[in-house]
C-alpha cells in the first residue's frame, strides 16, 4: 500500500468522491463506501466516518441496536419494543460519535425511520448527548410534526453551529420565548439559526429585551414571517458584528436612531430580506447599516408610501452601492391588500428610480405593486446604459393598473444593450409594432418574456412578431388581468 494511504486527511478525501454523486443513486453509494470499509483496517476508520458523518434518518443507526429491542413495520419505520439499557446505547457510540450533520430529507415523516416512543428515547439529555458528542449541524424541522418541540430544549450544547427547526402551530407565545432563551443560552456557538413557521397562523412577537449578544459568532439568522421582530432587539451594541444573512420580519415600531456610534450595524452583512411595516423602516434599517459587502436586498412593506419617500430609500439604495462593490441584487415589493377603503395609488415619476441608475453592477433589479410607474422610453434607454450585465429584471405596477408608457421599442432596446439579459416583465405599449427588419440581435439570451397587461391591439400577431425577433425566447406570457383586479376591487374583496 502507497505510504500516502496511510495518511487520514487523504483517505477521507478519496473516499469523499464515491460518497458524492446524485440522489438517485445514494443506496448504492453508501453500499459502496460500507465495502470499503470492510476492505482492510487501514480503511476501516476513514471510511466509517464518511459513511456516518452526515445522516439524513435515525432508522439506519437504530437497527445497529440488539435486534430483541425493536420491531420494525410496514413503512420500515423502527419502534422500541424494549427499553434499552446504558451499554446498549454506548454500543452505537462507534458509529454515532461520527455523525456531524443530521438534516432530514423533505418528505412523508417516515422517511425519519423511527416511530415517536424511538425519538423521546434518543432526545432524551443523557442518551442524546452521550450518543452525538461531535453533532455540529442539526435540523429538526420534523419536531413540528411530530412530537412537542420541547424535545429542543434536550440536544442544545455549545458545539452546535447550525440549527434548524419549525414552529409548530398550536405553540405557545411563551413555550416560544423559553425555547429562544434556551437556544441563545445553551448554543452560544451557533452560526447558523433558521427558524420557519406554518402559513396562516397566529403571529409572535418577540421581546424586545431578548437581543443575540450571546451568539457572538452568528453568521445567518432567518425567522419566518409569523416571528415578528423589534427593530431595537437588532441594534444592540456588540452584537451580530458577524452577520452575514439577515432574513426577518419587523413589527410597525420605528427603527431607533444608533445609541453607540463607535459600534457599526451589521459590518459583515452580504444579504437582506426584510418583510416591515413601512418602507421608512427599511431605509432607516439601510442607513444604519455599516457593511461594504452587502450584496442582496431585498425589502417587502405593506404601507403604501409617497413618491419623496420612495425617492429617499432609492436614494439609500445608491449610498450602498457606493460603498459595496458587491451590491447585485435588489428585490422591493409592496404587500397590497384589496379592500373598500383601499386609497389611490401613489404615481411614481422616472425621477423617482434615477438613484438606481448609479447602480452599475446590478444583475437583479424586481420593482413590483408600488403603485403606478411612468416609466417611459427615456428612462429605459438610459437603464440600458446604466445596467449593463443586468440578468433579470422586473418592473411591475399594481396588477390593475394598465397605463404602459414603455413602448415594444424600449423593450428591444433592453435586449439589445443588456447582453446578458435572461427574464424580462413589464408592461408595454404595443399597439405599433417597429418594422419588421428593424434588427433585435440573435445573440440575446432572452429566455422568459412577460409582457401580461399590457395595452397591445392584435395579441397573436404581437407574439408572432416577438417570437421572431427572439429566437432563444422559451417562454412568452401575455395575460390580461387588469379586468380581472378591476372586478374584484368593485366587489370589495379582499386577498
Known sequence: MHPCLLITEILHHIIGFLESGTDSHFTYRNGDVARLARTCRAFKDPALDVLWRRQCALGPLMKCLPSHLWTRDAYDTINLVSKPTTNDWLSLRRYSFRIRVFEPNRGPDRLLGVGDNTLRAIFSPNVFHALFPSLHILNLEFLANKIALSLLDHVLSPSLIQLRFRIPSHLQPNDLYKILESVTDRAPSLRVLRIDGYARVLSFVLPSAMGFGRMPYLRTLCF??????????????????????????????????????????????????????????????????????????????????????????????????????????????????????????FVYSPQTFEPLLACHRLRVLDIRDIGALTIDDAFVANATLAWPVLEELRLRSLPWIDSPCTTIASLREL?????????????????????????????????????????????????RYLKAALPNLKRLIALDNVQCWRAILRMGGTV
Open 224 to 345: 419566518p414571517n409569523t416571528l415578528c421582530v423589534p427593530p431595537i432587539s437588532l441594534l444592540q451594541p456588540r452584537q451580530l458584528q458577524r452577520l452575514r444573512v439577515l432574513s426577518l420580519t419587523l413589527t410597525a415600531d420605528p427603527v431607533p436612531a444608533l445609541g453607540h456610534p463607535g459600534r457599526p450595524v451589521f459590518p459583515m452583512l452580504q444579504s437582506m430580506k426584510i418583510t416591515a411595516h413601512t418602507l421608512d423602516q427599511c431605509c432607516d434599517l439601510l442607513r444604519l447599516t455599516a457593511s461594504s459587502q452587502l450584496g442582496e436586498i431585498s425589502m417587502l412593506y405593506s404601507s403604501q408610501v409617497s413618491e419623496a419617500v420612495m425617492h429617499a430609500f432609492f436614494q439609500e439604495v445608491e449610498k450602498v452601492h457606493s460603498r459595496s462593490r458587491d451590491l447585485h441584487t435588489l428585490v422591493l415589493q409592496h404587500i397590497f391588500t384589496l379592500n373598500s377603503s383601499n386609497p389611490k395609488p
Open 415 to 463: 435586449v439589445r444593450g443588456c447582453s446578458r439579459l435572461a427574464r424580462l416583465s413589464m408592461a408595454i405599449d404595443a399597439r405599433a409594432l417597429p418594422e419588421e427588419n428593424s434588427a433585435w440581435g440573435s445573440s440575446s439570451p432572452l429566455e422568459e418574456l412577460n409582457i401580461s397587461d399590457s395595452d397591445v391591439g392584435d395579441l397573436e400577431t404581437v407574439e
